[in-house]
């Protein structure tokens, strides 16, 4: 039966009864499919305008699925600055396996075709990346992986579908964590992968049943509710955030400002003030992991992250991430204010 209400329910059940032996009504087993997990995968697949959508149980979860399209011997290109989860699976989970990796500066496009070898199977990048928010040309890559036969994964966490549809842009794959951004309210945890490939759906829909990494009921409910205000929370935090932006801007103890979309800001601190004390007095602003909620986190990368193979010299302990919420501009504006004037009285 139909819901009839306008809230979809949320299944829990594990087994769904057959009418006789090895024939189902559309589901058999909670690890194999579920109807609130199906339903947030359809409406998934419609915002990233893919044919198929899956969803896994954490980021994490769908990168681990998609890397699991490799086999011994493959290459995985990938720009130089990635999430810290994506490269400790690439170094201590992939590499021992026989699949290894190589870092490449993918803002110069020409790099990637001078660093392609006969192994090299799949391409990995986010844009804008995470905590720089460089931007590269998702086109122009794809472009070249294509004429490889080169797999192209874009994770797409930052920006979300709502900036940018990497599928439209000539991505194989694109990867998100809807804890971020989609679900925004810090209280589910989740991931997807969407594609219009119907060879790489298949596998990667083999994979979502056999490693069983996939996506409650309950948190599949709860990342629904998160899509339907997405638009709204999207748009008052791009206000607040250009409003915090023009702030650090103008502020003459702040030594550079990085932007670019999604709801993050990274901003160093002059030289002379001390990063320690700062982040110390903040008040309102949480210091914490994760973005995209409604509540404003900061983050100091360099004793927040898992730096071990980067390699960008801008990134010291003067660099704060900064995640945009829903509170009022002018209180973040303060907050960071009367922190700056303290960490600069000493």
């Known amino acids: 039966m139909k819901n009839p209400g306008l809230v979809p329910p949320i299944e829990l059940s594990t ?52 890397l699991l399209l490799l086999k011994k011997g493959d290459e995985v290109l990938h720009h130089q600055q990635i999430y810290e989860g994506t490269t400790r699976l690439l170094k201590k989970v992939f590499q021992p396996l026989g699949i290894n990796s190589k870092s490449i500066d993918l803002k110069k496009v020409d790099l990637l075709s001078q660093n392609i070898t006969p192994h090299s199977k799949l391409l990995w990048f986010e844009s804008p ?41 000539g991505s194989d794959l694109v990867v998100e964590s809807l804890t971020k951004m989609i679900n925004g309210h810090s209280d589910a945890i989740g991931g997807m992968i969407a594609t219009n490939d119907a060879q790489l759906a298949q596998q990667i829909k083999f994979l979502q049943h056999t490693v069983g990494a996939i996506l409650s009921a309950s948190d599949s409910w709860l990342i629904m509710r998160g899509l339907k205000t997405l638009d709204l929370r999207h748009q008052k935090i791009k206000n607040n955030k250009q409003k915090i932006v023009n702030f650090l801007r103008s502020s003459l103890l702040i030594a550079d400002v990085f932007h670019a979309v ?85």
């Open 15 to 66: 087994v769904f009864p057959m009418t006789k032996p090895s024939s189902d009504r559309g589901f058999q087993y909670g690890r194999v499919g579920n109807p609130t997990r199906q339903l947030l995968e359809e409406k998934l697949a419609t915002l990233h305008h893919a044919k198929h959508a899956f969803v896994f149980a954490s980021g994490s979860a769908a990168i681990l699925n998609s």
């Open 262 to 346: 999604g709801p993050i800001i990274s901003f160093k601190i002059k030289h002379n003030l001390n990063p320690h004390l700062f982040i110390k007095s903040l008040k309102k602003i949480v210091i914490g992991h994760s973005f995209g909620g409604t509540e404003t986190l900061i983050q100091q990368p360099t004793t927040m992250m898992d730096l071990s193979d980067n390699s960008d010299q801008r990134i010291d302990d003067r660099l704060f991430r900064l995640s945009i919420g829903l509170e009022q501009p002018k209180e973040v504006i303060n907050d960071l204010e009367q922190a700056l004037e303290r960490a600069n009285s000493i």
């Open 129 to 169: 990346t995470n905590p720089m928010l460089e931007v590269l040309q998702i086109n122009k890559l794809c472009k070249v992986a294509r004429q490889h036969n080169i797999i192209t994964v874009v994770d797409n966490t930052l920006a979300t579908a709502l900036e940018q549809k990497p599928l439209q842009l």
